[in-house]
C-alpha cells in the first residue's frame, strides 16, 4: 500500500509537465506579421498584437461584437538580418511573451518578394508555432502599413484578410500552398497582392477602395511581375480554384446585360504531345444560376438560355485566354502548373523537356472546351421590370 | 514459469499492432516519402513482406520449443555457450532498442510541444509508468493494449475533415521511375515490421495458441493498412512535400481547420497516439526483462525491473546526441541492424533447428531399427 502511494505521488508529481506551463496572459498573441526590407541587408519584422483588454474592457456587459471603440490590435517592429533574430530584439519591446500560434496572416512588402521569399518562409516552416495554414499576401509598398489599419468590420486586418481568403474574391494561397507551388513541377507561384496599407489609413478609404488587388507572380522565390484583378479571375478558372463569380454577358444584338452565377466549376488540363508539340486542353464544365436579366428576353424559352449560355462560355474563354496571354508571353511563368500535367499524362518525355521548361511553355498551344449549363432561371421567370407586351420570346 | 499470466491472441494482436506503428506511424512516413516519393504508399505494402516472413519464423520456432522464448531456446539449438551469447544479443537489442524508442518519443514531444522542459523528465517519466506496467506483468500489458487500440486508431477519423484540401493529381504520374523508389522506401517499414519477432516472447504466454499465427499475422496487415492509409493522406495533403517535413503527419493533421472551430488537431492526435507508445515501449521494457531474468535462469522477473528499467534510461541519453543522428540511424542502420537480428538470425536458428530435429528423428529410426 505504501510503495503504492509513494508510486501514484511521484507520478503525479511528474507527469504534470509544469516547464512548459504558459498562461495566456503572459502571452503577446500575434495576429498577423509582416516582413519588409530595411537598409543595410536588414529586414524589418512587423507584428499586430491582439490587446485583450481592448476587447474585455470596450464590450463590458454588452458581450461579443460591439467592441469598443478604440483600437484591438496595436503595431510592434524591429530590425534584424532575419526573422528570428527580428524577433529576439522585437521581444526586447514587449513585455509579454511573443506567440506565434495564433498568427493567421504573413504579409511580405513588395521589395522583398522581389528579391526572394526563400530565407524567410524557412523560419516559418521550421519552428512549431507558426501554423502552416497562415494565408500569405503581398503588400504594395509596405506590408507593416496594413498591420496598422482599424477595419470597421472585423476586430483587426489579419481577420479582414484571412476573411478575404476564404471568400476567393482572388487567389487564397497558405503557407501549405506556397510550398507546393515551390516544389511543383513549374517552380512557379502565385500570392495575392494587398494595396498598400498607405493608402487605406484613413476611414473613407477603407470604404472605397479594394484591398485585394491582383496576384504576383513569382519564379521559384522571387516576384516578376503581377496580374490584376481581373486577370487573376481568369488564373482562379484556369486553376480550378473559382467559386465565386458573375459572369456578366452582353448578347449579341440585345439590348442589357445577363448576369450568371456559376455554382458549381471544375476546370481539368488535358495535356497533348505529339511530334513535340505541346498543347494543352482546357476544359471546363460549370453550373449556374441567372442573377439578373437586364434584357427583354424571356429565359424560360430554352434556344434563349442557349444564347446566354453561349455568351457565357464565350466570356470564360476570353477571360481565360487574357490570362495566358500575360502568362506565356508577357510573365513566361507558368503559374497554372501545365507542367504538372504534362508530367503526369507523359512522364518521360517531361523528364527529358524539363530543363527547357522555360522555352516550351510560352508556345504550348491551347484550346478550350467549355461547358456551360444554367440550371435554374432564379425567382422568376420573365424579365422582372419590364411590362408583359415588351417582353420577347424570341431574337 | 517466470510469468504466470495469460493474454488471448487477439490481445497479442493489438499489441505487436502498437509495437510497430505507435513509433512508425509519425516517423516513416517522412522517410518513405524521401526515397518513394509519390508512390510511398506502395512501401509499406512491400514492407509488409518483412513481416510475414518474420512472422512465419517466429512462430516455426515456437512450433517447435512451444512454452520457450528465443532466449531460451537458442539455448538448445545451438548449444550452451552460443546459445547463451545468442541469448545476449537478443536482450542487448531489444535493451538499446527499448531506450531508443523511448529517446525517439521524448524527442518528439520536446521538439514540436514542450519546448522547455528538459528531456530527462520526459524521458524518466515514461519509464516510471512503463516501470509499472511491466511489473504488472503481460496480462496488464496485454489488457492495456486492448483498451488503447480502438483509441489509438480515433485519429484516422479526423482525415476526412482534411477532404477539401486534398488533391488526388498528386498521385501521379504513379511509377514513373519503376518499383526501385518505392522498394527503397520500404526498407524503413520493413525494419519497423521485423519488430514482429516480439511475438517469439509473447506466444508462449497465449492462451488460445492455434489462433496465435492468425492474429499475428492480423497485425500485420493492420500496421500495413494503417501505414498505407496514412501514407495516402498525407500524399493529397502535401503533394510534393512530404520527403521534406520529418513528421509530416504532424503537419498535415495541424492543417485542419472546420469552420475556424477543429482547429490544431495534432495536440489531441499526439496526445492519443502517446498511448500507442506507452504500450510500445512497455512491450520492448517487458521483452527485456523478461529475456535477461530467463538468461539469468532467475525464478521472478520483478527484481530486474527497476534495474532493467534504469539501463533503459542510461541507453536513451546514449543512444543519440541529436535528433539529426537517431535519424540517420533510423535511415541508415535499422532497415538492416533490424532485420539481420530478429529475421536473419532467427532465420538460422530455425534451420538449424529444423536440420537437428531432422537428425535426431533419422537417429531414432537408425536406433529403433537396430531394435528390431
Redesign the interface.
Same mark, same amino acid.
Given at each position: 500500500m505504501k510503495v503504492k502511494c509513494l508510486w501514484i505521488s511521484i507520478c503525479c508529481l511528474l507527469v504534470a509537465g509544469c516547464w512548459d506551463r504558459t498562461e495566456v496572459n503572459d502571452l503577446a498573441i500575434i495576429t498577423a506579421a509582416s516582413v519588409d526590407k530595411a537598409k543595410n541587408e536588414e529586414i524589418t519584422l512587423s507584428v499586430q498584437i491582439f490587446l485583450p483588454r481592448a476587447l474585455g474592457g470596450g464590450a463590458g456587459g454588452a458581450g461579443g461584437t460591439g467592441g469598443g471603440q478604440g483600437k484591438l490590435t496595436t503595431m510592434r517592429n524591429s530590425n534584424g538580418p532575419n526573422i528570428a533574430d527580428a524577433i529576439s530584439k522585437l521581444q526586447a519591446k514587449i513585455p509579454r511573451q511573443i506567440f506565434w500560434g495564433h498568427c493567421k496572416v504573413y504579409i511580405f512588402g513588395e521589395e522583398i518578394a522581389k528579391q526572394g521569399l526563400a530565407d524567410h518562409i524557412d523560419f516559418l516552416v521550421r519552428h512549431p508555432e507558426p501554423r502552416n495554414r497562415a494565408y500569405l499576401y503581398i503588400s504594395k509598398g509596405e506590408g507593416l502599413d496594413t498591420l496598422d489599419i482599424t477595419p470597421s468590420l472585423e476586430r483587426s486586418t489579419a481577420e479582414s484578410l484571412r476573411e478575404y481568403a476564404d471568400l476567393h474574391i482572388g487567389m487564397a494561397v497558405t503557407l501549405v500552398d506556397f510550398r507546393n507551388m515551390l516544389r511543383g513541377e513549374s517552380e512557379a507561384a502565385a500570392i495575392p497582392i494587398i494595396e498598400n496599407g498607405k493608402k487605406l489609413q484613413k476611414p473613407e478609404d477603407i470604404q472605397v477602395k479594394a484591398v485585394m488587388v491582383g496576384t504576383a507572380i513569382l519564379k521559384r522565390d522571387k516576384m516578376i511581375g503581377s496580374l490584376t484583378l481581373h486577370e487573376t479571375r481568369g488564373l482562379l478558372w484556369l486553376r480550378n480554384e473559382m467559386n465565386k463569380a458573375a459572369i456578366s454577358v452582353q448578347l449579341n444584338g440585345v439590348e442589357g446585360i445577363v448576369s450568371v452565377n456559376p455554382i458549381r466549376t471544375k476546370t481539368k488540363l488535358i495535356p497533348h504531345l505529339e511530334n513535340g508539340k505541346w498543347s494543352m486542353l482546357v476544359h471546363v464544365d460549370t453550373e449556374g444560376d441567372v442573377v439578373e436579366n437586364g434584357t427583354r428576353l424571356n429565359l424560360m424559352k430554352p434556344e434563349l438560355l442557349a444564347l446566354v449560355q453561349n455568351a457565357v462560355r464565350a466570356d470564360i474563354e476570353a477571360r481565360m485566354r487574357m490570362t495566358l496571354k500575360v502568362l506565356q508571353q508577357e510573365l513566361q511563368t507558368d503559374v497554372v502548373n501545365f507542367a504538372a500535367a504534362f508530367h503526369r499524362e507523359y512522364p518521360k518525355e517531361w523528364e527529358k523537356a524539363k530543363g527547357q521548361w522555360e522555352k516550351i511553355f510560352p508556345q504550348i498551344e491551347i484550346h478550350t472546351q467549355i461547358n456551360v449549363n444554367i440550371r435554374r432561371p432564379g425567382l422568376i421567370s420573365v424579365p422582372a421590370g419590364v411590362p408583359q407586351e415588351e417582353i420577347k420570346n424570341d431574337e | 514459469m517466470l510469468e504466470k499470466g495469460k493474454i488471448s491472441a487477439s490481445q497479442m494482436g493489438m499489441m505487436l499492432f502498437l509495437a510497430v506503428v505507435a513509433s512508425g506511424v509519425m516517423s516513416i512516413p517522412g522517410i518513405t516519402g524521401k526515397y518513394a516519393h509519390n508512390d510511398l504508399w506502395l512501401s509499406p505494402i512491400w514492407a509488409a513482406l518483412m513481416g510475414t516472413v518474420t512472422v512465419w519464423i517466429a512462430h516455426r520456432l515456437h512450433c517447435m520449443y512451444p512454452e520457450k522464448t528465443s532466449v531460451q531456446y537458442s539455448e538448445e539449438v545451438v548449444g550452451k555457450v552460443a546459445g547463451k551469447a545468442i541469448g545476449f544479443l537478443f536482450i542487448f537489442f531489444y535493451l538499446h532498442l527499448s531506450g531508443f524508442v523511448v529517446r525517439s518519443y521524448a524527442e518528439f514531444i520536446v521538439? &514540436? #510541444?514542450?519546448?522547455?522542459?528538459?528531456i530527462s523528465?520526459v524521458i524518466?517519466?515514461m519509464i #516510471?509508468?512503463c516501470t509499472?506496467a511491466v511489473r504488472a506483468g503481460i496480462e496488464v500489458i496485454g489488457r492495456t493494449a486492448q483498451l488503447f487500440f480502438p483509441v489509438f486508431l480515433i485519429p484516422v477519423l479526423f482525415i476526412p475533415l482534411l477532404l477539401n484540401n486534398m488533391k488526388l493529381?498528386y498521385l #501521379?504520374?504513379m511509377l514513373?521511375h519503376g518499383l526501385v523508389p518505392s522498394i527503397k522506401g520500404a526498407l524503413v517499414p520493413g525494419g519497423w515490421l521485423s519488430e514482429m519477432f516480439l511475438l517469439s516472447f509473447l506466444l508462449p504466454y497465449v492462451r488460445n495458441q492455434e489462433k496465435g499465427k492468425s492474429s499475428a499475422l492480423y497485425a500485420v496487415i493492420g500496421v500495413t493498412l494503417l501505414l498505407t492509409m496514412i501514407n495516402f493522406f498525407i500524399l493529397f495533403?502535401?503533394?510534393?512535400?512530404i520527403g521534406?517535413f520529418l513528421f509530416p503527419v504532424m503537419?498535415a493533421f495541424?492543417?485542419i481547420?472546420v469552420a475556424e472551430f477543429f482547429? &490544431?488537431m495534432e495536440s489531441l492526435v499526439m496526445a492519443i497516439w502517446i498511448l500507442g507508445m506507452f504500450v510500445k515501449i512497455s512491450i520492448f521494457y517487458y521483452v527485456t526483462v523478461l529475456g535477461a531474468s530467463q538468461w539469468f535462469r532467475m525464478s521472478d522477473y520483478r527484481s530486474l525491473v527497476l534495474p532493467i528499467g534504469f539501463f533503459v534510461g542510461l541507453f536513451s541519453f546514449w543512444s543519440f546526441p541529436n535528433f539529426n543522428t537517431g535519424l540517420y540511424f533510423d535511415i541508415y542502420a535499422f532497415p538492416f541492424y533490424g532485420p539481420l537480428i530478429q529475421t536473419v538470425l532467427p532465420l538460422f536458428l530455425l534451420i538449424i533447428a529444423a536440420l537437428r530435429k531432422k537428425g535426431q528423428s533419422q537417429n531414432q529410426n537408425l536406433t529403433a531399427a537396430k531394435h528390431k
Open positions: - | 521538439q &514540436n #510541444f514542450l519546448h522547455k522542459t528538459p523528465v524518466i517519466t #516510471f509508468v509499472w493529381d #501521379f504520374p514513373e495533403v502535401l503533394g510534393k512535400q521534406d503537419v495541424r492543417y481547420s482547429e &490544431n
